[in-house]
């Protein structure tokens, strides 16, 4: 059992500890969030949130007017 748990922890940290993996699954806000990027990355990214919200509100009316 001790040696499922010794490679568990080195399959946790090596996964979850890499600045890949952090970067892969993106901030969660946009204030402060990509730095180091340039400004064309930058408003992509803003750009993509921003749609995806909007999808949010469509799916969300979407539902309000079937219930009417």
Known sequence: MANFQDRFAQWFHETFDDMWFRS??????TKGAVQGCDEFAREGWKAD?????????EQRERKRAARS
């Open 24 to 29: 892969m699954i993106g901030p969660a806000q």
């Open 49 to 57: 949130l921003e749609r995806r919200k909007q999808y949010t509100r």
